[in-house]
Every structure is written in structure tokens, then in C-alpha cells.
């Protein structure tokens, strides 16, 4: 029985005759040039952004690959037995650059954070630079454990009250009695960084958490810096509406809103309801929604705090860990 063409096929006869190394979608058109994609059996809408993805991942989890990453911005791939062309190194085109691959000088390395040392930033974001969202840390292990609960629980909740931009007593007090403060409410799902490799189940993981609330994000500290992996990104975002945020750890005021969510006017009741019977954080978080709406005031002990310097805190979670001599602390 045949074997079936793959992409990384595909790949490995194009760059065996290409010209110079190519972006994926410079090696899908040079492929299709080639008659190479006729030999594949499945492709899909956006061949090339799968055929980024695979070398992506290829490239950077195995250390046999027989393909290697050229340059940046946009990264291109290349035979890793091939000689580069004049002019070409690992590093991208340029003349009078030589046929060798850069290595990079020693940095020292970053402290090792986990997901739950970022919720304070996306906090500090929520509540600086989403107009006022109060947040709420959701503990999955305050969870029941039923059936169907995975990629049901967001990791933090969020409220945004318009009360919180009325200044004076009379105008708060007739919002509340006409029912005026309509809250808005969000759900982020936190990741310490995403790339290529985990794009897609972080994404959907987001899409499954948030199909309750008004507006849904992913959060991450890090975000693969690549043309393809935004384009990617982007259509992610805009197909199915989660927004992206990224939190700078290095510079608190530099995170923002990479891709905003699309805003749901009706609240998915019946998601709502199952999450609030199997997670007691959650139950609580709606009970301190109403008890605020009731009494016009916003109770903000009820919701995480906000570090006093987020900025401070971030840049704690990234410095350079200290390298000590030998039987000697810290």
C-alpha cells in the first residue's frame, strides 16, 4: 500500500530545489508551482498556515529535525543539510553573511513563575485597563468533580459595573432604580505563553470557558512573535470572537488588548447555571454581583486586590534569578 504524501513531504522535496529558504506560504505557492500540493490528500482553507504550524512545532520540539528556522519577521525554513544560498545565514538574508548558524550569547535566565503569580497582573489590568473590571480567581479545586466539567471552569471572572463611573449619590441611586446599570461580565482563561504548539488548544480552551459570559479572553505573558502566528492569531479571534491580552511583565504599561472580544448580549444561562452548581468560587462571585447591584455600592473586598505597585510585581516575576557560588544561599 502507498503511503500517503504529507505536508512535511511536501516540504522536504520543495526546499531540495528552492531557491533561497521560504516562509510557509512562500513554500505552499513555490509547492503549487511544483504540482507538489496536487499530491496531498487533505489541505484545507488555509494549507499554509497548518504547513507554519507543523514546521513550527517540528523545528522547535525536535532536535532531529531536518528542517531549521531562518531569520525573523518572517521566519523561513531550510534543508538542515543543505548548504545556504550566497548572501543567506541562519539569521536571514544579508550580504557577506557566512553559512553558519548564530548562537546567541548567554542571558541570564528568568525566574520560573506560575500561572496563578500572574493573576495579580491581569487584575491590576482588568481593573486599569478594561474600565473598571473587578476580578475573581476561580479555584478549579473548589470544583465537585462531575462528568463533562473539563474546559468549563475560566480561571479568572470578571465584573464591570457603569455604577463604578457615577460619581454623584442621586445619580447612582435612580441607575439603580430603573434598572440602568446593565454589568457586563468576562472570563479569562490565563496562560503563562503561546506559540504554535499550543495555540490551538489554549484558543478553543478559552472558547469552551467562556461560552457563558458577555465577553471572553486569553491572557498570556508571552506571545510568539511572528507574523504567520498573528495572522493565525487574528483569525481565531475574529472567527470565533475571543479576544487576546497580552500582559508585559518587563513594562505593566505596555499590556493590552491585542485582539478585542466580541461582545454577547444575552449571557449563556444554562453554562452559567452548571458552573455555578459544581464551583463554589463562582456561586460566591455572582452572590457579591447582586449583593453590589442591590445596594448601589461596590463592595471591593469581595474581589481580588490589586497589587499596590503592579508594575513592581510584574517585573519580580522575570528578573534575572541571581547565580550563586557553590554551598553559598542567596
Same mark, same amino acid.
Given at each position: 500500500m502507498t503511503q500517503a504524501f504529507t505536508f512535511m513531504d511536501m516540504v522536504r522535496v520543495a526546499l531540495k530545489s528552492a531557491p533561497t529558504p521560504m516562509s510557509a506560504p512562500e513554500l505552499w505557492a513555490y509547492a503549487e508551482t511544483k504540482k507538489l500540493t496536487d499530491k496531498?490528500?487533505?489541505?484545507?482553507?488555509?494549507?499554509?498556515?497548518?504547513?507554519?504550524?507543523?514546521?513550527?512545532?517540528?523545528?522547535?520540539?525536535?532536535t532531529s529535525s531536518e528542517f531549521i528556522r531562518v531569520g525573523r519577521r518572517p521566519v523561513r525554513f531550510w534543508l538542515r543539510t543543505r548548504p545556504f544560498p550566497h548572501g543567506w545565514s541562519a539569521v536571514g538574508p544579508g550580504e557577506g553573511a557566512k553559512d553558519v548558524p548564530v548562537v546567541e550569547p548567554d542571558e541570564p535566565q528568568e525566574r520560573r513563575f506560575l500561572e496563578k503569580d500572574l493573576h495579580p497582573v491581569l487584575v491590576a489590568?482588568? &481593573?486599569?485597563? %478594561?474600565?473598571? $473590571?473587578?476580578?475573581?480567581?476561580?479555584?478549579?479545586?473548589?470544583?465537585?468533580?462531575?462528568?463533562?466539567?473539563?474546559?468549563?471552569?475560566?480561571?479568572?471572572?470578571g465584573v464591570r459595573f457603569p455604577l463604578s463611573a457615577l460619581g454623584e449619590r442621586i445619580t447612582v441611586e435612580f441607575a439603580g432604580t430603573v434598572r440602568a446599570p446593565i454589568i457586563r461580565l468576562f472570563s479569562f482563561e490565563l496562560k503563562r505563553s503561546v506559540d504554535f504548539s499550543n495555540l490551538r488548544e489554549c484558543f478553543f480552551q478559552a472558547v469552551s470557558n467562556s461560552s457563558w459570559a458577555h465577553e471572553g479572553y486569553l491572557v498570556a505573558a508571552r506571545w510568539l512573535d511572528d507574523d504567520e502566528f498573528d495572522e493565525e492569531l487574528t483569525r481565531l479571534s475574529q472567527s470565533f470572537g475571543i479576544g487576546a491580552i497580552h500582559l508585559c511583565l518587563d513594562d505593566f504599561s505596555a499590556s493590552r488588548v491585542v485582539h478585542p472580544a466580541r461582545v &454577547?448580549?444575552? %449571557?449563556?444561562? $444554562?453554562?452559567?447555571?452548571?458552573l455555578v452548581a459544581m464551583n463554589s468560587d463562582v456561586a460566591h462571585f455572582l452572590e457579591t454581583v447582586k449583593i453590589d447591584l442591590n445596594a448601589n455600592r461596590i463592595h471591593d473586598a469581595e474581589y481580588d486586590a490589586v497589587p499596590a505597585d503592579p508594575d513592581a510585581y510584574a517585573k519580580r516575576l522575570v528578573q534575572p534569578e541571581a547565580k550563586t557560588k557553590k554551598g553559598k544561599a542567596p
Open positions: 496531498l490528500t487533505s489541505v484545507g482553507k488555509t494549507p499554509w498556515h497548518s504547513l507554519g504550524a507543523l514546521l513550527y512545532v517540528d523545528t522547535k520540539e525536535n489590568f482588568a &481593573r486599569t485597563q %478594561l474600565n473598571g $473590571v473587578r476580578a475573581k480567581t476561580i479555584q478549579h479545586t473548589a470544583s465537585t468533580k462531575k462528568r463533562f466539567g473539563e474546559w468549563v471552569h475560566p480561571d479568572v471572572v &454577547r448580549d444575552d %449571557l449563556d444561562w $444554562v453554562t452559567l447555571d452548571k
